[in-house]
Structure formats: C-alpha cells, structure tokens
C-alpha cells in the first residue's frame, strides 16, 4: 500500500511540474499524499471486489438480496440512462481548465479522467461478479457486493452530478423556481448559503454536501453524506446540487483550508442545471 501511494505520488509530481512548472521539492508530500487517498480507496476496493468468491450452483444458500443494490443501478439508469454494467466516464462540457481560478484544471484533469474512471472501472468488475453470483443464485456473494456497488456506483453517479452542477462563467444567485424554493425552504439565498457551506465544511472525514429535494415535503433541505454514499438512497432526497469535500478535490490549490474551497464553489454553480433538476424532480414527485 506504501508501494502504491509512493507511486500515485510520483505521478502527481511529474502533472504538478509539466502544467504548473512549480518545483515539486518545495511542496510537501504529504500534501500529494492528501490528494491521493481516494485513489487508495478506489485501489481497496477493487481488492475487495477480487476478493470475494462466488458459490457454485446449488451450493449457495438462499436469503433476501438487499433492494439497495437494483436501487444503486436504478438511480444511475435515471441520471445517465446506463444499462447496468455499461458504464462510461461521461465528458465534461468544458475545457478542464475552464472553471479557474476557483478550482484548477490540473485538478479536474485529474479528478475526472482518473478518479472518476476508477469507480467506473470497479462498478464494471462488481457488476460482473454480481451476473456471476445471480447465475450461482449466491445471496450471500450479492449481499457481499454492496459495499463495492454503493460506493464505486455512488462515486460514479456522484461524480456525474457534481460535473453538471458546476459551469464557466456562473455562480451568483439563482433565479426562477430554485430560487423561490431555497426562500421558501431556508428564510434566503444568503441563509442558504452559511448553512449548506457549515454542513460542507463540517463533514467528518471524506464525503459530500448535499441541497436536495425531498419529495414527500415538496421542499429543499441540506445534507450530507460520508464517502460516496448516495444522497437518495442514503437521505431520501433527490440530489440538486453537490459538493466534493473529499480532499483530492481541493488539497492541492487550498491544502487544508476547506472552508476556502466550499466559498470558491459558489463562483462555479451552474443555478441552471440546478433549476432543472429541481424542475424534474417535483414533476417526478407529482408537485
């Protein structure tokens, strides 16, 4: 494992140095070190999924496969109309570098193309140990494969939100129906703002910041969730607009200030897209 982040290191290293021409010896490598902790995730994951056998037929014993793995593909088949297992890092609808100076493009270049594509490349591996073990009729191997499937799938779906959620040239204040639903829900816009920048910031850990829409209330509330867990699945709540507070998203442009980082990201909120999903959301809901 040492071996391995050693070397995740060394290619951080060689990016920061092509792109930046900062000299790497003056940075500390724990600070690259940071950044590479959601690929040692990513990393014992896969481990994991490798590491669980399948029953043969009439061997497996029988029992209730937990509904939350049809609910993990179901919720990914809603956002990016993916059969299960046929999943693909979908592109970005701006240059990497577009989002700067809030967050920086050697940041997303690496953020999306490598840790993005990692939980797309382990969802694909669970998935088709999860074929194996429906073939064997293994509950027990299925059940086993929930973690693998929430967190790659959630880091997928997760992922795919948080990219859509954020444009060139946008933050401000919302307008339209969100903008009435985050009055309605949190008193105002600037309300809204310190408490959904408290819950980000005070997330324990790794995780994710969440404005979603609860549908049984038909309004807005903040939340949060650790790791990739799926606000919906996780909350009840249908995922609006989210935050990546895991460090690899900020450490190296803010290091450990993540309160700067969460303040930058309102530069960058595509209220648009939030709207839309907003919109579909209380369709969905029947409101």
Known sequence: MAEAKEAYISILEKKLAELTGIEVDQIKKNQFANA????????????????????????????????????????????????????????????????????SGMIMEIHHTKHHQGYINNLIAATKKLVEAEAANDVSAMNALLPAIKFNGGGHLNHTIFWTNMAPDAGGEPQGAVAQAIDESFGSFQSFKDKFSAASVGVKGSGWGWLGYCPNQNKLEIATCQNQDPLQITHGLVPLLGLDVWEHAYYLQYKNLRADYVKAFFNVINWENVNERHENARKNAGH
């Open 36 to 103: 590479a902790d959601e690929a040692v995730a990513i990393r014992e994951m896969a481990s994991y999924v490798e590491g669980i056998v399948v029953q043969q037929a009439g061997v497996a014993q029988a029992g209730t496969v937990s509904p939350q793995i049809a609910q993990m593909f179901a919720h990914i088949n809603a956002e990016l109309g993916e059969e299960r297992g046929a999943h693909a890092l979908p592109p970005l609808k701006y240059d990497f570098n577009a989002l700067e100076p809030h967050i």
